[in-house]
């Protein structure tokens, strides 16, 4: 089939209104910009790095360090390196988790960059860095987070790497790439532009194990001139793309978005003029460890609200499934359908319109089906439609040890003596405009207790659970929503009804309290399974 051509003009004016969907649908994440950094408390204490410096400093701002390595050997947690105008080595690598902060000195342009595809990027092997507002260029690999939790990288400028640009790998979690640019990745043959995860054959990188580099956030972000924009490989799952623009990719076979993996969210993305496909979808047939040999990656992935224009082969290319896709996700002007099933097909929900439609394709008709003749009854409502949203952060603090952070546990525990409480946290998107009709916040008790607990609702969001301690902990300022008193029995789910505060896309903050100085223990979201979760029931 013969693709389908886009001039330049016509290129620019769909990048233009591609750029429009996208600064619309950012006036959330414009809202909550650096909510993932307010929650973590940086000390007074600030590392300067000056490549015009003489070796030999202190990190002092009358005694800078000379490379962003000296900085980072040195630095504490809690601290933040400040790096002045200049064009440092990029190879630097973590020492010691943080927090710390890495960001220009006001006003500074700083380049990492890699002496002509001599050295690789950056490479973060420790948890809670937040670096921000830099240039990575000429590298041969470009910035890695390996086996790293809560890294995030946001307004970075990244390009001409031989590689990969950015990668995330060997169980990394909990991280997030969001507002940056990325193009030219991929100079020596593959590179894409976000890489997530390992795939099943290259297992025996990772010890053998499946790289679960799971629940990471990329949003935001214009990646463009690479093979492909963002691949998630086969067993990384729960993460969430949303409000990309990505376009003029190479890899004919894959797409502008490549998922091979499981349960992840696609939410608002551009993808435009790619030689593949806008979208892609379907994985490997591997061993996988609850379902044994012979599984086949990368189903149930939750499609909302995305298009696809002017793609060389389909709009969205399913190649296994099922899919939770329906026609919020539209394109016109692909080569072949806008919606390609290489293998089993599924429905995609669209009223008024057939499930694949040969190119060029409209919008989807969004006409509501005819009312029913006197004969045929009362008209009966489209069926509600739920989705399941992960915590994106869970901690609890206490009143007799406030400054100690319990980001890490993998249990999550309520008490009243001491003073115990759980906050928890959930992004929700991806509702289209449609109504809340009920939202449950599901837990899984894994120690038992005598009841006698509330829920509450907390105004603030910009807390993080690897700073939130007792002492810094947000006010819980909500009403309460829900008030158990009954006995817990662990190994059972309990299921709260939060409905009052959830009115659609956003973010949502929950305390829980104890009533009962008998302790209650959840799993967390760092635990190995049954994790919390929100479940949103929308209406038509």
């Not at 307004?155 to 950015?166: D, Q, R, S």
């Amino acid at each position: 089939m013969a693709a389908s051509r886009l001039t330049d003009r016509d290129n620019r004016h769909r990048w233009l209104v591609g750029l429009l969907v996208m600064l619309l649908a950012s006036a959330f994440v414009l809202a909550t910009l650096g909510q993932s950094t307010a929650g973590r408390a940086f000390a007074e204490t600030v590392l300067y790095v000056d490549d015009d410096a003489p070796s030999g400093g202190n990190g002092s701002s009358s005694h800078p360090f000379r490379t962003l390595q000296e900085a980072l050997d040195a630095v504490q947690p809690g601290q933040v390196i400040r790096i002045r105008s200049g064009v440092y080595p990029s190879n630097a690598e973590t020492r010691r988790d943080g927090p710390v902060l890495i960001e220009p000195d006001a006003g500074a342009s700083v380049i990492l960059d890699g002496q002509g595809g001599t050295l690789n990027g950056p490479r973060f092997v420790h948890s809670s860095y937040t670096v921000r507002g830099l240039e990575v260029r000429n590298t041969k690999e470009g910035v890695r987070i390996e086996r790293a939790r809560g890294v995030i990288l946001e307004g970075l400028h990244i390009h001409h790497v031989k590689n990969e640009c950015v990668r995330l790998r060997y169980q990394t979690t909990d991280s997030v790439v969001r507002n940056s640019r990325i193009h030219d990745c991929g100079l020596d043959g593959n590179g894409e532009g976000i890489y997530l995860g390992t795939a099943p054959e290259q297992r025996y990188k990772n010890g053998g194990k499946p790289d679960e580099t799971d629940r990471n956030l990329i949003e935001g972000n214009e990646i463009w001139a690479v093979e492909e924009g963002i691949d998630i490989k086969e067993d990384s799952s729960h993460n969430v793309l949303r409000i990309n623009v990505v376009h003029h990719t190479t890899d004919e076979n894959s797409g502008g978005l490549n998922v091979r993996s499981d349960d992840n969210q696609i939410l608002g993305n551009y993808s435009y003029a790619n030689r593949g496909a806008g979208f892609r979808f379907g994985g490997d047939i591997a061993w996988h460890p609850l379902y044994g040999d012979g599984y086949h990656y990368g189903v149930r992935n939750l499609l909302r609200d995305n298009r696809a224009d002017g793609n060389a082969r389909y709009g969205y290319k399913f190649m296994h499934g099922p899919q939770d896709a329906d026609c919020s996700n539209t394109g016109e002007g692909n080569g072949g359908d806008l919606y390609h099933f290489g293998g089993e097909s599924f429905p995609i929900p669209c009223p008024g319109t057939p499930v694949s439609t040969p190119s060029p394709v409209p919008a989807p008709d969004f006409t509501p089906t005819p009312a029913p003749s006197p004969d045929q009854g009362a008209q009966q409502p489209p069926p509600a439609t739920s989705a399941t949203f992960s915590a994106s952060d869970d901690a609890r603090v206490r009143a007799d040890r406030p400054t100690k952070n319990f980001g890490t546990e993998t249990k999550i525990r309520i008490d009243a003596d001491p003073e115990t409480d759980v906050y928890l946290k959930f992004a929700v998107a991806g509702s289209a405009g449609r109504s809340v009709v009920s939202a449950k916040l599901r837990l899984y008790v894994v120690e038992s207790g005598k009841g006698g607990m509330v829920v509450r609702s907390v105004t603030d969001t910009g807390w993080v659970e690897s700073a939130i301690t007792y002492a810094n902990r947000p006010p819980i300022d909500g009403p309460v929503l829900v008030q158990i008193d009954n006995a817990l029995a662990s190994g059972s789910w309990i299921e709260l009804d939060v409905t009052a505060a959830v009115n659609g896309d956003g973010a949502y903050s929950f305390a829980i309290e104890s009533l009962n100085t008998d302790g209650i223990g959840f799993a967390s979201r760092n635990a190995k399974r049954n994790q919390p979760q929100l479940v949103v029931t929308y209406g038509p």
